[in-house]
């Protein structure tokens, strides 16, 4: 059996007895914490952990990682990846004074780039997406949700979660798809919502569903977009597909799409930069997951999403990237975590458990986004730094040195 130690981890964090459930409240302050640390790998599997003076264990290959600190990798649940062209000409605009719906009713926005992913061929595509998600990897990202939503018809939705299902298969990290074709009226069915949203329901999902391509469904619940009842009714169509909601909601508007998202049992609601005591009460007491998704307030200059209340009001609370070309052109989940620290006022500690244990179960996968043993073997070796309390203060730093996936070191 190959097995890998990391020896002198300076400080290990988030290693818990058992994988833990989601984190709510006063046990997101809670980072377990081992100084002087041993890590022991076997095969894709973490096998022991504990204070390196205890550790009498030999290994096929050892690393020694003095000065370094030992954390799960970074677990993105929101991702627009899988896009063609960029649209950084859009900032130009931004900075004369459009906002994003301005910017989309001018001819930019999602539907300029559904226009390129439309045109690209599904090769390009793949590669494209694909060096992406390598970037996102050498910054610590080590699980990842990547939607759907840039094709808006049949052909183009298939061809989208194809590229998918392929990056599942050659990825080195564990991905996760969903099907957001419900993430803008395409210009076919401009004045006709409801036929594009029957082509979805009766025409696209049941082949999504029979073919195993996505994981969960997505609906951009928004003024403009997709009204609570449009919602609902995706959301219900997908649910008897065995296909969990994550959705986009209150991105601009408040307009009930939580309650909507939390009565679907949604296993997501995403964004939230807006965000009432009547939202407050319906996500209360549920099991879904708020995400917050700070890259994009941070580049589209709109709130941030109260993160603060929520995790103090004892909403499961994760952090994701949004990574995608028109509000959130960066993956980098370190940037996230300084965000969610500066400017959500979040401590070090429960941007790192946003990031990793509640990302993971954000998308299903608790086998991943935590140091327990018997969790997927998928870990960050920091660059020298002192403390953890980095993660949180030195925004715009690569501080990943290098990823260890499935056991392997990459
Ligand atoms: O999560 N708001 C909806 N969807 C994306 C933006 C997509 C785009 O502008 O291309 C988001 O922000
Ligand atoms: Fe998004």
């Known amino acids: 059996m190959a097995s890998l130690l990391l020896t002198n981890i300076a400080q290990l964090l988030a290693a818990y007895d058992s994988a833990p459930a989601v984190l ?8 377990p914490l081992i100084e002087q640390a041993y890590l022991l790998i076997e095969e894709d599997k973490i096998a022991a952990f504990g204070l390196m003076k205890d550790c009498e264990l030999r290994a096929d290959k050892e690393i020694d990682c003095s000065n370094r600190i030992v954390l799960p990798g970074f677990c993105d649940s929101h991702s627009h990846i899988v ?32 226009k390129q992913v439309r045109e690209v061929e599904e090769e390009e595509l793949f590669d494209q997406s694909m060096q992406r998600l390598y970037d996102v990897i050498s910054m610590g990202t080590l699980a990842l949700e990547i939607k759907s939503g840039y094709g808006l018809d049949f052909d183009s939705e298939l061809k989208m979660l194809r590229v998918i299902r392929r990056m599942k298969m050659e990825s080195p990290i564990p991905i996760k798809a969903t099907f957001l074709a419900a993430h803008a009226i395409p210009p076919e069915f401009t004045g006709n919502k409801e036929g594009y949203i029957q082509e979805i329901i009766e025409q696209m999902l049941p082949v999504v569903a029979k073919e195993g391509l996505a994981d969960f469904i997505d609906v951009f619940c928004e ?19 065995n296909l969990l909601g994550k959705v986009h909601v209150n991105q601009f508007n408040s307009i009930g799409g939580v309650q909507a998202a939390v009565d679907a049992k949604a296993i997501s609601v995403d964004h939230l930069e807006e965000f009432t005591s009547v939202d407050l009460q319906a996500i209360r007491d549920s099991n879904t997951i708020a995400v917050g998704l ?10 941030y ?21 028109g509000s959130s052109p960066s993956g980098n989940m370190q940037l996230v975590m300084a965000l969610a620290c500066i400017k959500m006022k979040l401590s070090t500690e429960e941007a790192l458990l946003a990031s990793t244990v509640n990302g993971a179960h954000a998308m299903s996968m ?18 020298p730094i002192h403390s953890y309390r980095q993660f949180g203060y030195s925004f715009g730093a690569n501080l990943v040195d290098h990823v260890i996936i499935n056991g392997k070191t990459v």
């Not at 709510?24 to 980072?31: F, T």
Request: with cysteine.
């Open 305 to 325: 999403t109260p993160a603060r209340l929520l995790i103090d009001e004892n909403i499961a609370f994760a952090l994701a990237s949004d990574y995608n070309p």
């Open 83 to 114: 896009f063609a062209g960029d649209r950084s000409h859009e900032l130009s605009l931004k900075n004369q004074g459009m906002d994003y719906q301005a910017i989309a009713n001018a001819g930019g926005g999602i539907l300029s780039t559904v």
């Open 366 to 383: 608790a086998h991943t986004g935590s140091i327990a043993l018997g969790q997927s073997a998928n870990v960050i070796i920091s660059k």
């Open 294 to 303: 700070p890259n994009c307030s941070l580049y589209l200059g709109i709130p």
């Open 223 to 241: 003024q403009g977009y997709f009204t609570v009842t449009d919602t609902e009714r995706i959301l219900e169509a997908g649910s008897k597909r």
């Open 24 to 31: 709510r409240g006063k046990q997101m302050q809670n980072l």
